[in-house]
């Protein structure tokens, strides 16, 4: 298994020019004193806004959003159908879809519609079960629709490229009006209206929209256009706008950075005692996930998670449209816990099918594989997205996962369906396309897609897209991931200042990420792993490493997490750290943990990159005693000329069972992160003799871990995992104790010698 480690790259060396921080002063709604350096940089580096346009950026109250009309002629005869179904008293039903952002437009119409038609009796919703149908429309659904009376739908998240479906409702006397953010369809569908972002250019300020915001802005549209406005004014449904974009990762500029900041400032009022629009459901999943409502984490981590974890293990997720609209207090703490239930049980199966999925790849030449694509009869679907995305991210190649269904007994061919992700510079979405004649169906984005195909095509399909891949990328195209480095601070940086300064640009999100923050030449003390728990106490499975990061700067260690990982892949040794900087109400101002390498790896690594003040750290360590016989005529000189930087050292004696857990932390730390290392680096790192660390590595091959030298040289080698061998009549373990047991007394006596 080639987990890729990631190589790192920074954002800029060239600090902001000083106009920058003048133009973010000014543009904050109260002033500030503090220095706004870290953020001008930034703003400046990543070029999410002109000098001019600052203000709007940071303020959405002076940002002037894009009229609804903008969408021209389909909003135009959106609105006027709207009206015709109202002034008849039609029976309007709403399509959704099963994802977070296709449950909140939900969730905007049914509660903005709600308004004019009475809900349950003019006015239905439809949400495909994940489990057993796929995203879009379909021709069951559509029957149901027309059974209950509906002459007209209104989909949301959906149906742009529906073709079939939607002249199979045009057959069943059904208006339709799509409002969608997906692929456009090449010819026109017969509709009343397709309303889609994806007709304006790229840097159009609606281009970005997701599901609900066109669903928002349908809504905006109609509103404008009525005579007597609802009760409720439009701005109530923007706490559930803000829920939609930053669950679907749609990137936040233009419209889509108004409206999610506008729905920030909302959804944290429903911690207050008296919210002007209250959503007890939306309080009780802020709750159960321990956010306030302020931080686009709250929804990416927190609300979005729990959403989308309904459908994956119950497929059926209409009861979080009633969670995220009711008024019924004792009724939205119900599904809430639902809700939260599921969650813990999705990252169950989550973590489950992962392993399973890497077992298997652990089979494969990666060498000759630049696509991915694995099949089984017992994968759940619901998950199968999360972990292709896990899966992509490690190996750093686009990633097929499917769950082949049960044999239907009638002759039909069987199927197999799931989800893919992609990596970056490659869409997934045209790749389907081209070998559509493989697919019963498809659909999605660049980077995530789903499928579905018959079973006997599925090594067709394997193989046309690990060709495709090769073609488009080239042999070498799946290159090592990269780790953009935004800003590089120290640990004294850390802390209430430098987050609230870099909170002026949240809310962060696809295109504006998350800032990553690189702390040079600094250690962890204090750090311990532990088991996560559900609400019932039960563990889930899920490892979190909590530890106190420190660096020359620091008065106090700055606490942090990593999760996943366990204490004994943290570096003991200096490290360059990238990590980014978070607060919540319970456990204060920490960082979590994105990459470590030790110092000396950094420093080679990046020689051809230069930090913002254009030097590297560097710190000089004391000498140990020497651990071979053969060194000592340099300890004699030495003793004769002292060197300032080697006093005497008295080396306290280590248990050889602790050397060997190091060796062993050192060793999951390398798998972890593919370091190529040579015997010397090792022997150094953990002062022993080359006989010694000979030793330590045939023990190691014991525990399943396996040397694969370099194929440019042979002085390094990666470590990988791999079956233990047959333990030996003296173990190789043994051998090693024994030989740290006569190393430590070399120590100790020749130390003792050169005190003297």
Known sequence: MDAQPFRWTFASTEPSPAAWQRALQQALPTPSLESLHHAAQLLWQRHLCSLTEVEGFIDPLAYSPTPASAFGSAMTQAVERLKQALARSENVAIWG?????????????????????PKHHQLTYYIPNRLTASHGLSTQGLDQLKAWGASLIVTCDTGSTNAAELAYAQALGLDVIVTDHHTLPEVAPPVVALINP??????????????????????E???????????????????????????????LRGDCRYLAQ????????????????????????????????????????????????????????????????????????????????????????????????????????????????????????????????????????????????????????????????????????????????????????????????????????????????RECLGEDGLAQPSLTIDLTVTVADLGQPLFRELKWLEPYGMGNPVPRLLIRNGWFQRAFHKKLRDSKGQTVGFIKTEFELWDDTAAIGFPGEWWGHYKDELPEDRCDVVVELDHNRFSGYHVKLVDVRLAEQS????????????????????????????????????????DPLTPPVLLEPIAPVEKWQELVGLAKYLVRTQTPVSRPQLANRLNLTPTALNLGLVALSQVGFALIPEPETDATFRLQPTVPAEPQPHSAIQYFLEAVVEEQFRHCYLAQGRAR
């Open 97 to 117: 879809d099963f994802d977070a952002d296709g449950v909140t437009a939900t969730a905007v119409l049914w509660d903005g519609l709600g308004q004019l038609w």
């Open 603 to 642: 420093a080679d690594a990046d020689s051809g990159l230069a930090t913002e003040s254009g030097a590297v750290q560097s710190t000089a360590a004391l000498a140990p005693t020497p651990a071979h016989w053969s060194d000592w005529p340099i300890w004699q000189q030495r003793a004769i000329k002292p």
């Open 198 to 219: 994806r007709h304006f250019p790229p840097e159009h300020p609606l281009a970005t929209l997701s599901g609900v915001a066109v669903a928002y802005k349908l809504l």
């Open 262 to 469: 506008m729905g920030l400032a909302q959804l944290q009022t429903q911690q207050q005692p008296d919210p002007p629009y209250q959503r007890p459901g939306v309080a009780e999943l802020l709750s159960l996930c321990r956010g306030t409502g302020d931080r686009p984490t709250d929804i990416s981590f927190g609300l979005g998670p729990r959403i989308n974890a309904v459908s994956r293990i119950h497929g059926d997720a209409s009861f979080c449209v009633e969670l995220l609209t009711s008024q019924d207090a004792a009724r939205c703490k119900v599904l809430a816990y639902e809700a939260e239930l599921a969650n813990t049980r999705r990252k169950a199966l989550q973590k489950d099918i992962y392993n399973q999925v890497m077992q298997r790849v652990a089979q494969l030449d990666l060498a000759t594989t630049q696509c991915l694509v694995l099949a089984d009869e017992q994968w759940p679907v619901g998950v199968l997205g999360l972990v292709a995305g896990q899966v992509s991210q490690q190996l750093g190649r686009p990633t097929v996962l499917l769950r082949i269904d049960a044999d239907a007994g009638d002759g039909s061919p069987r199927l197999a369906r799931g989800s893919a992700r992609s990596v970056k510079g490659l869409d997934l979405y045209a790749l389907f396309k081209a070998q559509a004649e493989l697919l019963t169906g498809f659909g999605g984005h660049p980077l995530a897609a789903g499928l579905t195909l018959p079973v006997e095509h599925i090594a067709m399909f394997t193989a046309a897209l690990n060709r495709t891949v």
């Open 221 to 251: 549209a109609f509103y404008a256009a009525l005579d007597t406005p609802p009760l409720q004014p439009l701005e109530h449904l923007l706490d559930l706008v803000a829920i939609g974009l930053i669950a679907d990762l749609v990137e």
